[in-house]
């Protein structure tokens, strides 16, 4: 545990000093308080206005901040050959791999909590009240972006940085699709149904993280939904992780 | 010796900078003192508004909700703050065309969306969009089942548009039963069955919209309301002072002012036309 821990805290500091990262973070911060101009010519729907661009803005950001950061962490330590330092010190394969994650989970976390902090304040200083469904919504927008950091360092263990990128976004994609696949799964017969049912169950359902669209109507998820959105991320991320690690186990530097 | 382009131009470039600079300077001049005569002297050819160019073109609702990638609110508020552009900029085609689409889309992809319910159901009837205004209150009747809002302001539209007095008790009936309705819903409920094609119940409706609502949008929209009625009241009067004191028809609003019952004739918060029947003695309003 000690030296997945010391690995995840390099790869924290690795990351923030990636000033990708910051630039990323400061163009969120832009978007999030740029929706007090839209909140403003939206006759009277401000809060709902901030609410809705602010959360769609951290998950791009989010996205994005995984898609660039994430996929390039692995293949950046195979180019400047620093794997071969870590690899020969007492330290298996798994280890380093699951540190990764971690270290990739925190900085996603921390990105979370700035841009989060930066969007209820600005809430705040709209509407002088506090959303707590935000914060439902801010956690499972983190749970999201978690299991998508392990589908990156899963593909980034065997493909290109840009490759796994594009697999990644191209599951992003599907993933908040899946409603619509199941619904056209329904209205079709035969190997096509088949085909979309089967693609609706194997690939992440992102919609289950998706509670940023309640947040308007101050619905909080109820306690069988928050379960099972747990358990699917817990079930999903461990198996991707157990896949991950056997991808990386096997690859010759 | 051979002749080096490379090299010459690195030679001639700093006489010729100065040069390039003031020709570049030149065209600039030119090309705003064209734009200038063209923006304020030429005659414009073609009378389009803008409008014509950013006129929405909202997707079928399955396509939005499937291009939202499940951030249905945010496209729903994208859709909002366009058709608060479209309505503020004149109706190129004389009818804002693509309101029923655009209400229609916002609330398929965001169907608790109340202020949308309630503004459509204002702004559609008047622009003639009766029927689609009375399908969008159904609409949010079954996806918001405990609002008031929403069967009052439908029973508004039968009221004024459809003139249907019998639904429009029936709405009211409605949105006197839902919780936190005003006391006043009961009471417009009651008094539809007596006095429906009152005039003065209208003007009452829409003063509780307006007291009620904390909407911006809405409470401008009923506020104009108000005042359109108000307008048309004070002519219907008029007219009715006129054939009192003369006992005949005025022949136009001029001669109300002329006989000095009104002082000028109002202008309608809601770029209406006032309109008169000289035969008849009726005074409505016309787009």
């Given at each position: 545990m ?30 999030i ?23 769609t ?12 950061i994430?996929?390039?962490?692995v ?19 798994d ?8 270290g990739?989970?925190?900085?996603s ?15 705040y ?32 263990s ?43 169950y194997?690939?992440p ?7 940023r ?16 959105i ?24 | ?14 006489r ?14 030119f090309?705003?003192l ?11 050819t ?14 079928k609702?399955?396509t ?13 508020d994208?859709?909002w703050?366009e ?59 079954q ?14 539209v ?35 069955y ?40 004070a ?12 006992h ?14 009104i ?12 309109t ?12």
């Amino acid at each position: 545990m000690k030296k997945i821990w010391a690995v995840a805290k390099n790869t924290f500091k690795e990351t923030v000093r990636d000033k990708l990262l910051y630039a990323l973070l400061g163009f969120a911060v832009l978007v999030i308080a740029g929706s007090l101009l839209a909140g403003s010519v939206s006759l009277g729907q401000d809060q709902r206005v901030i609410e809705d661009f602010s959360l769609t803005a951290m998950l791009v950001f989010l996205l994005i901040i995984t898609l660039f950061i994430g996929t390039q962490l692995v293949r950046r330590e195979v180019e400047r050959k620093t794997i071969y330092l870590s690899l020969t010190k007492p330290i298996s394969r798994d280890q380093f791999y699951l540190g990764k994650f971690v270290g990739l989970c925190l900085t996603s976390a921390v990105s979370a909590v700035v841009m989060g902090t930066i969007f209820l304040i600005v809430l705040y200083l709209k509407t002088k009240s506090f959303e707590w469904v935000a914060l439902w919504a801010i956690g499972a927008l983190i749970l999201e972006i978690w299991l998508l950091t392990a589908v990156s360092l899963l593909f980034s263990s065997f493909a290109a940085p840009i490759a796994s990128a594009i697999y990644t976004f191209g599951l992003v994609l599907v993933g908040h699709s899946s409603l619509t696949i199941w619904s056209i799964a329904q209205k079709s017969g035969g190997f096509l149904k088949g085909t979309l049912e089967a693609v609706y169950y194997v690939f992440p359902n992102l919609e289950k993280f998706n509670l940023r669209n309640e947040v308007v109507y101050h619905l909080h998820p109820n306690p069988t939904q928050t379960v099972a959105i747990i358990l699917y991320f817990v079930g999903y991320t461990v198996a991707v992780l157990l896949l991950g690690m056997s991808v990386f186990r096997r690859h010759e530097f | 010796m051979s002749f080096e382009w490379g090299e010459s131009f690195k030679d001639l470039w700093p006489r010729f900078a100065p040069l390039l600079l003031l020709a570049a300077l030149a065209l600039a001049y030119f090309g705003q003192l064209r734009y200038d005569t063209w923006r304020f002297f030429d005659t414009p050819t073609v009378q389009d508004s803008f409008n014509n160019f950013i006129e929405p073109e909202p997707l079928k609702s399955p396509t939005a909700k499937a291009a939202s990638l499940g951030a249905t609110n945010f496209l729903s508020d994208i859709y909002w703050l366009e058709l608060i552009q479209y309505y503020g900029g004149g109706d190129p085609y004389g009818t804002y065309r693509q309101l029923p689409a655009l209400y229609q889309t916002i609330t398929d992809l965001s169907p608790k969306f109340l202020a949308a319910y309630q503004s459509g159901l204002l702004v559609l009837p008047q622009e003639k969009f009766t029927d689609q205004a009375i399908a969008l209150g159904e609409k949010g009747q079954q996806n918001l089942p405990k609002s008031w809002e929403i069967p009052y302001y439908e029973g508004l539209v039968y009221h004024v548009d459809k003139k249907d007095y019998l639904s429009a008790a029936r709405q009211f009936q409605i949105a006197a039963a839902k919780p936190g309705a005003p006391a006043i819903t009961k009471y417009f409920a009651g008094l539809y069955y007596k006095e429906a094609g009152s005039r003065q119940t209208a003007y009452v409706i829409f003063q509780t919209v307006y007291q009620t609502t904390t909407d911006p949008f809405v409470k401008d929209r009923a506020q104009k309301q108000i005042g359109h009625l108000g307008g048309l009241f004070a002519l219907q009067d008029a007219v009715s002072a006129f054939q009192q004191k003369l006992h005949r028809n005025p022949k136009s609003f001029d001669e109300l002012i002329a006989a000095k019952i009104i002082p000028a004739l109002p202008v309608s918060p809601l770029g209406l036309k006032y309109t008169y029947d000289a035969v008849t003695g009726a005074v409505s309003d016309t787009k």
